[in-house]
């Protein structure tokens, strides 16, 4: 059973940065392509980051291309992503994707396996 578990949300002023982290235990992490979303009150889930099974290729909304960047530790099962210069738009449930199919995916449907989500908020 694969379980995805992200940490490292919480409250930041506009202008300042956070790290999220993903963890997923019970598959082959190394075989996975990652994603992050994020969906805000009101509004439909929406893509934000993508990264190949290798970190090498990566992929972002228009919206964070910039300020946020996606990575991954194959050695540690997790998948990172920094964001910096939030905006208080920014402020969403983030959610973190494991696609077992390797590549760089955008698409919410081609992900099987979703984490909880967590809350960043970001106050202006």
């Known amino acids: 059973q694969v379980q995805v578990v992200e940490s490292g949300g919480g409250l930041v002023q506009a202008g300042g940065s956070l790290r999220l982290s993903c963890g997923v235990s019970?598959?082959?992490?190394?075989?996975?392509?990652m994603g992050w979303f994020r969906q805000a009150p009101g509004k439909e889930r929406e893509f934000v980051a993508a990264?190949?099974?290798?970190?090498?290729?990566?992929y972002y909304a228009e919206s964070v291309k910039g300020r946020f960047t996606i990575s991954r530790d194959n050695a540690k099962n997790t998948v990172y992503l920094q964001m910096n210069s939030l905006k208080p738009e920014d402020t969403a449930v983030y959610y973190c994707?494991?696609?077992?199919?390797?590549?760089?995916?955008?698409?919410?449907?081609?992900?099987?396996?979703w984490g909880q989500g967590i809350q960043v908020t970001v106050s202006s």
């Open positions: 994707a494991a696609n077992p199919g390797v590549s760089l995916v955008v698409s919410d449907f081609e992900y099987d396996y």
């Open positions: 990264i190949n099974w290798s970190g090498v290729s990566t």
């Open positions: 019970g598959g082959t992490f190394s075989k996975y392509g």
